[in-house]
C-alpha cells in the first residue's frame, strides 16, 4: 500500500517562500505520478501541480504557474513543491497524490492521498 507523509508547511508572510515535500513509500515511486493538491476553507479540493515519472512532464494550475515549482527526486522517493512569491489566497491545506502512470490534472483520479500540511500566508 502507497504511503505518502506531507512536510513543510507553516506560517509565512506574504512574498516569502516554503517548499514542502512529500515522502513516497510502499510501492515503486518511480511507476507513479505526483501531485499537490490544495483545499482552503470553504472550498473544494483544487489541482496545483503534478509531475510525471521522470520529472520531464509538468502541470501548473495557472493560479501558481511562474511562482510554484514541482519537481521529484526518484532516488530518494520524494516529490517536491517549490512556493515561491506567497499570496494570501494560497492559504490552504496541502496535498500530496499518487496515481499510477500518467499524470493528469483531474483530482478525481487520483489515488492515493497524503494527510496533509497546512500552508498559512500572512497579509
Known amino acids: 500500500q502507497v504511503q505518502l507523509v506531507e512536510s513543510g508547511g507553516g506560517l509565512v508572510q506574504a512574498g516569502g517562500s516554503l517548499r514542502l515535500s512529500c515522502a513516497f513509500s510502499?510501492?515503486?515511486?518511480?511507476?507513479?505520478?505526483m501531485g499537490w493538491v490544495r483545499q482552503a476553507p470553504g472550498k473544494e479540493r483544487e489541482f496545483v501541480a503534478s509531475i510525471n515519472w521522470s520529472g520531464d512532464n509538468t502541470y501548473y494550475a495557472d493560479s501558481v504557474k511562474g511562482r510554484f515549482t514541482i519537481s521529484r527526486d526518484n532516488a530518494k522517493n520524494t516529490v517536491y513543491l517549490q512556493m515561491n512569491r506567497l499570496k494570501p489566497e494560497d492559504t490552504a491545506v496541502y496535498y500530496c497524490?499518487?496515481?499510477?502512470?500518467?499524470?493528469?490534472?483531474?483530482?478525481?483520479?487520483?489515488?492515493?492521498w497524503g494527510q496533509g500540511t497546512q500552508v498559512t500566508v500572512s497579509s
Open positions: 510502499g510501492r515503486t515511486f518511480s511507476n507513479y505520478a
Open positions: 497524490a499518487a496515481r499510477p502512470g500518467p499524470t493528469t490534472t483531474d483530482t478525481t483520479t487520483w489515488v492515493y
